[in-house]
DNA sequence: TCTCCATTCTTAAACGTTTAAGTAAAAAAC
DNA sequence: GTTTTTTACTTAAACGTTTAAGAATGGAGA
């Protein structure tokens, strides 16, 4: 590997020279310049990362936690849209990103982050409770949590209040009053969501009917299909039922179907996250797309405001809208 | 952060003896090396990566670069698989991932590689004539390749030849016989199944009908759909559509519908992948689900070994096998 | 008693950078 | 023409580690 010492031997200047001409500090002539970073060129010269980071203590790495409910990691295509985005943000800026995690040699989330240097972290949790987890966020380090807020801390949040708002919004504009609600594992984004249930009910005076809600899990068609046959054998089933996620919905898609009856003729469905794969399949689903994209830009926005500019960012607390998809399974029954 | 010269203060001895307490060197005093890891402790210490990195030229980062043909990046289902497994294989052996790619500081592959100072890569890329693709598989760097077979490197492929021959062959002892195929973008997977198609058909005794093969894109349903209904139009149309994707095969489903057909009972049809969603949705799709995880898994446990032992780990060609998922898109015609 | 060796530690250099401080020469100021 | 300032460089230390080489101590062997 070429280092600076070699591009200072061939130009017969110090190493320090070579340096600051590289980093266009304004101490070095002009001529000197342009003839080191020819030849640094040629050379084939870059920065080793590893030096560089010691010496000046950032290594533009950000480090990413990112823990759902069922482990599932790189596969939940909720934060794996969300870090895409993020990611591609913080490329452009020179960022890597190494994944936080406390398999490797027992360290702690934050010992890892020590470890690596990392000079941000983005923290995506189901357990925000976790003690390595607020050790993290309490840490020294520039750090902005995704879909959970904390005191003095920057976050960004997916519109769960708003969001369940619009789409039962959008559901009753069409006629619906007796609407069900299978809900997702118990986390704060679920809590959100039911406060938001019975509020918005409670806004288009309708009185909520805990018979009309299950709690079931995230991403669990089975169990979401099972809860739906439970409320299609009411006696006075719910003329719409919405789901916590897309796939929890198709569970019900199926549930309906497998009852002999028709969605949206007989009844409706709603969804949430508005995935790639609910806008291909038939029927369409009506569901409520979080702007995962905008969420992961922002956060990696923030972050690297946060970590270039301490002093200038202010604490946000950013709320992303998403937008109600209308497909073809919620049915105008007015 | 606590470094090696304040343990050594505490304990009064040298850094360098601090080092090797804790790196376990055998000239080194039992109590002095007990003394030393219990003060580390209770300090709190982890050692720098940069530091180390610097003196050991090994980072413990493994670089990784995944580019398909939408570059979708993360969200693409299939890498995100394989590089889900990766990333748990590497992480419990110590080291971290960093995402190689072009897109920061104008620089190439191989460059980022170098400045992050990663100890191996893993390449799994659609496009593998790339000329900086190409320089970065030629390094000095220990690379594995996924899906893609070159000389003198490890490669870790999904068995895409025998993949389509065993889904042939299972559609074909339904009793189906014309077979169409819709497939992907032109890469080295695309050509391979394509070969497959047509040896199979051979081996099966059945004389392969060009009209029946399309030329579509990977993950694209609607541009599947389209070519579905070409196939529909024909005269003599075929009993079953296989597709490049799950993705693709559901958009063949929605335009089989939409011509008035039902699935299976009008015309088969069958995916590729085998998705969690494929599983989910109804009809559930026949596919050919290819064993990522494995996948992932040798690609990251031969790396690993290249990487600690380049002298004795041998240069494989490994083909992971998938299997057919029998769902109910494929009807027995016999 | 002297030599030799093993054990256990220290010294010091090195990895590739950055940067504060110093210096020499040229330019500007008077 | 001397002093001051500016320009353009160099020196040297530092970041936190690892490791080859050296050194002090004590015990064994003769």
Redesign the interface.
Do not use: C, W
């Given at each position: 590997?070429v280092s600076l010492k070699d591009i200072a031997d061939k130009c017969s200047v110090s190493i320090a020279t070579v340096s600051k001409a590289l980093n266009d500090h304004d101490d070095i002539g002009p001529d000197t310049k342009k003839n080191i970073r020819e030849i640094a060129e040629k050379l084939?010269y870059?920065?080793?990362?590893?030096?560089r980071?010691?010496k000046t203590k950032r290594?533009n790495n950000i480090g990413v936690l990112f823990v759902d409910e069922g482990r599932?990691?790189?596969?939940h295509?909720y934060f794996?849209?969300v870090?895409?985005s993020f990611?591609?943000v913080t490329?452009?800026s020179?960022?890597?990103?190494?994944?936080i995690?406390a398999?490797?040699?027992k360290?702690t989330y934050l010992?890892h982050a020590?470890?690596?240097?990392v000079d941000g972290v983005v923290i995506a949790c189901v357990d925000f409770d976790d003690r390595d987890v607020i050790d993290l966020i309490n840490s020294d380090l520039p750090v902005v949590t995704i879909d959970h807020v904390f005191d003095n801390r920057i976050s960004v949040v997916s519109d769960n209040i708003g969001g369940m708002h619009d789409l039962i919004k959008y559901v009753h504009s069409l006629g619906h009053e007796r609407i069900g609600y299978i809900y997702g594992d118990d986390t704060a984004v679920t809590r959100n969501r039911v406060a938001s249930y019975y509020n918005t009910l409670k806004e288009l005076g309708i009185t909520a009917d805990d018979s009309l809600l299950c709690a079931s899990a995230y991403r669990n068609?089975k169990l979401a299909a099972k809860y739906t046959e439970q409320l299609l054998a009411q006696r006075n089933r719910p003329t719409c039922i919405l789901y916590p996620d897309d796939?929890s919905a198709?569970?019900g898609?199926?549930a309906i179907?497998k009852a002999g009856l028709s969605v949206p003729n007989d009844i409706s469905v709603a969804g949430y996250d508005g995935l790639?794969?609910s806008q291909?399949?038939?029927p369409k689903l009506t569901t409520y797309q979080q702007n995962s994209e905008e969420i992961g830009r922002i956060a990696a926005k923030s972050l690297i405001r946060l970590i270039r500019d301490p002093k200038s960012t202010l604490i946000d607390k950013i709320l992303v809208p998403g937008k109600v998809l209308e497909g073809a399974s919620v049915r105008d029954i007015k």
């Open positions: 590997m084939g870059f920065p080793n990362s590893s030096a980071a010691l290594t599932s990691g790189l596969t295509d794996a849209r870090l895409d990611k591609r490329e452009v020179g960022y890597d990103i190494t994944f995690n398999t490797s040699q360290m010992e020590h470890f690596r240097g068609p796939y198709i569970g898609l199926n179907e790639y794969v291909i399949i038939h």
